[in-house]
């Protein structure tokens, strides 16, 4: 009996995670490296109690990216590349993006959560996440 239950367990597969929704901020700390093997999308990481976010892209031609962020408390201290645009507990951002990165960052004390139609990914292992992923103090 007990070797039919290491046998089971020895093939079982590995149960695969979705992307990620929910995020505590701490697991979040952290630059990616963003060279020529880093995938399209949009990246999310915190760095010196800033939120930053990159866009990437493979195309030799522009093409829009953009990215919609909401906060529980006030975002200040927007800088970077993006056009920037605020909205209701939010901003707005957008590039034209090319074969180099474009980058941005803002500051909040309060839970964002961040929307897009690109890939997401979050953190110093560019985590893949949703379209849609919460990050805050869990």
């Known amino acids: 009996m007990h070797v039919l239950i290491a046998a089971l367990l020895l093939f ?10 929910k995020l505590d901020r701490t697991k979040a700390v952290g630059a990616p490296v963003l060279d020529e093997k880093a995938k399209e999308g949009i990246y999310v990481w915190l760095e010196d109690g800033w939120f930053n976010v990159a866009a990437v892209s493979r195309a030799k031609k522009k093409r829009p990216m953009s990215i919609s962020i909401r906060a529980t408390k006030k975002i200040d201290g927007r800088e970077g590349d993006f056009r920037m645009k605020s909205s209701a507990g939010g901003i707005e951002l957008s590039a034209a993006v090319g074969e180099v990165a474009v980058k941005g960052r803002f500051r909040t004390e309060g839970d964002v959560t961040v929307k897009t139609s690109h890939p997401l990914f979050i953190g110093p292992l560019s985590e893949r996440a949703a379209s849609t992923v919460s990050i805050g103090r869990y």
């Open 12 to 21: 079982a597969a590995p149960t695969k995670q979705g992307p990620v929704k």
